[in-house]
């Protein structure tokens, strides 16, 4: 058996993708980099990794998952990490929590300061409890912490704390749209497997996970999955706590799949569409194809200098294209695209940032503004593209009452839809194709690996078919 | 295939367990009995169940996981729940959070209080926002609610809490105590199996994971998974986030494997120690057995009115007395036990209170005091045992360096440690066996159904290696 390489780097065993410290370097450095100019001389950028936790008020503490800012900068595995950075020189400094020494017993032996500066690949290592006294040490002329605005969730990032601070002069306000300038992910692929009607959508999801963690070393999952058969496909966040993947598959449903694992934090984003009997029918074949189009179209015109907000709206005009020449809308799609009836079948947006967290950060920085029009009020970024952006592009077409039942409502609307052909997919789900991109110097690179073709996904399932089922504790 | 039974119940297909939405109801009823006469007539319990929550400041949110009282009293699967019992009648009534309309989109049809109503079977349901003017018009002589020490964590439970409960006169001190009492569980099997040298420790974590899931329906992991192999055995909480399972297990490994799953809430907790390549040496044989002999001790022992620190005494006596046999200590064994000897081998409580929480609430009722012994210290209760009461029994024997080092540095210690036996254990690693059990009138209900004698391991493990090996992506 190989043996993963040296230290330091993350590492789950030889098959699985060995990490580098120096990637978190690279990250450090571009920072600084960004930051030379804006800063005073002797500024120290000063961030607080995150906490351990417990559940409600009992002992049960989740797996612990490091805050993604922190990460990106640091690639600490622990909690209770704070690190700092010179930014004249790169210099780098962690302070990793001082346990007690009983806690050997419970923990195993206990790193030192040398052994954390060695693991993580950083110039020094000292007690979180000497914050105060090595800062001052350095005399830093301010000190940088992170507090910004996330605009998916409207919530504030934790400003780092602790004891002593007020003795420093703070700057909580440059480095937020700085960092999440420089946060740039890479990523992996994921492969989907086996499904037949007779399994329950959280049967899929287990195996799943299973084959991430047990073939990848992926711990963490990077999202609830969302295993949504049948009607449950028009469901866009099914999966949740009301709604656990618990509906037995149907032969005949329609499967939306969105799962993503997670590897020392790095996101996938992944959402697979197919029938859950390996064939498709043929209006499955159409509202898939459908989709199909407006993802190939997409992935042909991105490129740096392209609006993304042109991007939703070229998935929309296509839709609709594909929607008339399918006879559910009718009528002339100018029109159509003027009274926003793409959003009434794709209501999310197009697609997002994505690295350390799914919907990464950086969407609406200063200058930008959220769209209050159907469908692209739900995109998550609006920018103009740029080289080494990393972005899901994931169109999709659902079939949803409400919103079916309210464009009907409205005579705008109304006038292009063609009743019975919708009413007759009422209960079809939906449809989604999400990869993963990288912006290149011109175009993108399509980092997803999985069957897309209606053919290519007819073959592997087929092939699937050609094995011995997997035995169900259920038959 | 068969469906699960009717609502209203908690079901995930016909291969798992149905618990009916009356076990809630009986929850309810026992606690209304236990509250009657200590509380005024049109006394209200008010609870408020777990919250939604984001990671960090991200918008990425972790599976949901009930509050365990809320659990225990109404079986709510979703957050954001409240619940008020009426004591004098029983009358449950359940506040779900009214969502905007617009959010059928992102989570499906959105259920109705009626809905709500049938589904978890209570007497009424309102909307969370109407809890003032639902709970004025029944005049409540005071609300009742929850607030107390968990003594496993040192945190306090959240109380419920809403806009204008200022207006209602409010007890928070008399619910903890009488719904600690209450709170009993019921529990479930879990099988090990297979593993080899050659595998890494986290790939029988997804395994284990994967199975409870696949084939049992249970989404949720009780508690971080410990797979220690070799000398990992010996730190108590392996697998956290410093330590997450990582190594490659070997030939001539000793194995400690503590993982539980939750199913609807309900935890397991079993530990169970093999040889990694199937064949117990004598070394490891030895220490087993010690081990097995203690758990089986104690196990012969419990019953209504035993003390649970006797047990732990039990427990380390019979420890010692093998370790006498095997030659590691030598001496009296009444003089070892007045030094704490046992706790140098096993320095964790026996075990704890099992149910919503894996170490349950009610440990350290009022009156109750915790030891400042080693070994009895760590106790999670010092109760005296009751009829229905659900509790792990784990004893366990590990070579831990630190404790050894200060045992020989302890001449009261030291003077019945042989050296050179016990410095030929170091890097065996540990020992647990760890089993659910219930107290019954006369003894105690095994819940625990694992191979646990070396020929019952030998012999299944042996069947293992009969089958084909599992594939593994590192070979
Ligand atoms: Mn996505
Ligand atoms: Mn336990």
Redesign the interface.
């Known amino acids: 058996?190989?043996a993963c390489r040296a230290q330091p780097a993350f590492c789950?065993?030889?098959?699985t993708l060995t990490v580098p410290a120096e990637l978190f370097q690279e990250n450090r450095q571009r920072l600084c980099e960004r930051l030379k100019g804006k800063v005073p001389s002797g500024a120290i950028v000063l961030l607080q990794g995150?906490e351990s936790q417990?559940?409600?008020?009992?002992?049960?503490?989740?797996?612990?998952?490091q805050?993604?800012y922190f990460q990106w900068a640091f690639g600490v595995?622990?909690?209770d990490f704070y690190g700092a950075i010179e930014v004249d020189t790169g210099n780098t400094i962690l302070f990793p929590p001082k346990l007690p020494?009983t806690y050997?017993?419970?923990?195993?032996?206990l790193?030192t300061c040398e052994d954390f500066k060695e693991r993580y690949g950083v110039n020094e290592a000292h007690w979180s409890s000497d914050i105060p006294s090595i800062l001052k040490g350095r005399n830093p002329a301010v000190l940088l912490t992170l507090k910004g605005l996330?605009t998916?969730?409207g919530?504030?990032?934790?400003e780092a704390a602790f004891d002593g601070i007020s003795q420093f002069k703070v700057d909580n306000e440059i480095l937020h749209p700085e960092i999440m300038e420089c946060v740039k992910p890479q990523t992996k692929k994921i492969i989907m497997k086996s499904i037949r009607p007779?399994v329950?959508e959280?049967?899929m999801?287990?195996?799943f996970?299973?084959y991430c963690?047990?073939?990848?070393?992926m711990?963490g999952e990077a999202?609830?999955c969302i295993c949504g058969t049948g009607d449950?496909g028009s469901?866009?966040?099914?999966g949740?706590?009301?709604?656990?993947n618990?509906k037995?598959v149907q032969d005949g449903d329609m499967c939306l799949f969105d799962m993503g694992c997670e590897y020392y934090c790095y996101t996938s984003d992944i959402t697979c569409s197919f029938p859950a009997n390996g064939k498709f029918t043929e209006r499955q074949k159409g509202i898939y194809e459908a989709v199909y189009k407006s993802s190939r179209a997409v992935m042909a015109a991105v490129k740096p200098g392209v609006s993304w907000v042109d991007m939703h709206l070229l998935a929309d005009r296509t839709h609709l294209e594909e929607l008339k020449r399918l006879g559910l809308v009718t009528g002339d799609i100018d029109e159509m695209m003027k009274v926003r009836l793409g959003a009434v079948f794709m209501?999310h947006g197009l697609g997002h940032f994505m690295g350390l967290?799914?919907?990464d950060v950086g969407g609406y920085p200063e200058g930008t503004e959220r769209s209050k029009e159907a469908g692209l009020k739900s995109l998550r970024t609006v920018r103009t593209l740029e080289q080494r952006m990393v972005l899901t592009i994931e169109p999709g077409i659902y079939f949803?009452?409400?919103?079916l039942d309210a464009a009907f409502n409205n005579p705008e609307q109304a006038r292009f839809l063609v009743r019975e052909r919708i009413d007759s997919h009422r209960g079809f789900g939906g449809v989604r194709i999400e990869d993963d991109i990288a912006i290149t110097q011109d175009g993108m690179e399509l980092m997803t690996c999985v069957p897309r073709t209606v053919e290519e996904i007819e073959t592997l399932m087929e092939e699937g078919r050609r094995q011995p089922p997997m035995p169900?504790?259920?038959?």
């Not at 963690?213 to 070393?217: C, L």
């Not at 169900?472 to 038959?475: A, E, K, N, V």
């Open positions: 058996m190989a789950r065993g030889p098959h995150g417990t559940r409600y008020c009992s002992d049960h503490e989740p797996i612990f998952r805050e993604s595995e622990e909690p020494d050997a017993v419970w923990m195993g032996k790193l996330n998916d969730s919530n504030y990032s934790r007779g329950y959280y049967q999801e287990s195996l996970k299973h963690y047990f073939t990848g070393g711990r999202y609830t449950n469901v866009l966040h099914y949740h706590a009301g709604a656990p618990s037995l209501p967290d799914t919907h949803i009452d409400v919103l169900l504790p259920q038959d």
